[in-house]
């Protein structure tokens, strides 16, 4: 049963963390709903590295494409790259907001924001947020075409993030959106800059929560790991082939009803 649970968290966590409905909340309420422990912000961030290896095997050829970069080092080719300087511009505000409520109000989440009425109304919100974005103009903006200040107007909105609910995939893309970015590009920028953001919140957590992993069992929880990479591989090839033809309305819909079924579960 321990395997089959953490199975379970590698399906939700996978799937949820790239479709624009946020994992965070999935984890919780599914577990709830299904009688099975909350696995917690600290379980949930670790497994989340799962999704960054699949994110980072999926584009592995945009990150890690050094040809015709021979004659750099490391250093001067991050410098140079327009693609990880934007990822580094756009992973500062979540790595501000998210480190300075760690440090100042480690409970916070905890207590407040990872109830069930604070993520129903965090889901309808993000639903409205979420239409306003699909509604607005198609744009032209892409990833080789797009301004660092693009990179951080994403960023500041992926921050929000860090509340349950929000999804960072969905708000990441709906802010790509807004600005005027195509929306298979939108989606893309949206993967790769969660890397970052992502990577660090599970080091955080794993060493604030360190002796509490212990307890896990490392077997399980490397199950947990390896199902969170497949489906979140076979969740970002859906996403970014559905999403380019069809916008983000059936996730709109789907989270007014998720908000709705977790408000009559109270």
Known sequence: MEYLRFVLYGLIQG????????????????????????????????????????????????????RNQSSKNFLEYFLHERLLMSMFI?????????????????????????????????????AFFMYLADSSKRGSINIKNHNYSDSFFIGFFQAFAILPGVSR?????????????????????????????????????FITSFNDFFLLGFLPLLVGLITTFLSSLFAIDFLLKYFSSNGLKIFIIYRVIFGVVILLNL
């Open 15 to 66: 799937f949820t963390e790239f479709i624009p409905v946020s994992s965070t909340a999935h984890l919780k309420v599914i577990s709830l709903l299904l009688g099975i422990d909350d696995p917690g912000a600290s379980l949930s961030a670790t497994i989340q590295l799962g999704s960054v290896l699949a994110i980072a095997w999926y584009f592995r050829n945009d990150i890690f494409n050094f």
């Open 90 to 126: 756009g992973t500062i505000p979540i790595v501000f907001l998210g480190g300075s409520i760690k440090i100042f109000i480690p409970s916070f989440f905890e207590n407040v924001l990872r109830s069930n009425i604070s993520i129903a109304l965090v889901s309808f919100l993000m």
């Open 169 to 205: 995939s969905g708000v990441t893309i709906s802010s790509a959106l807004l600005a005027g970015w195509e929306r298979g590009e939108a989606a893309k920028f949206s993967f790769l800059l969660g890397m970052p953001a992502i990577s660090l919140a599970a080091i955080v957590e």
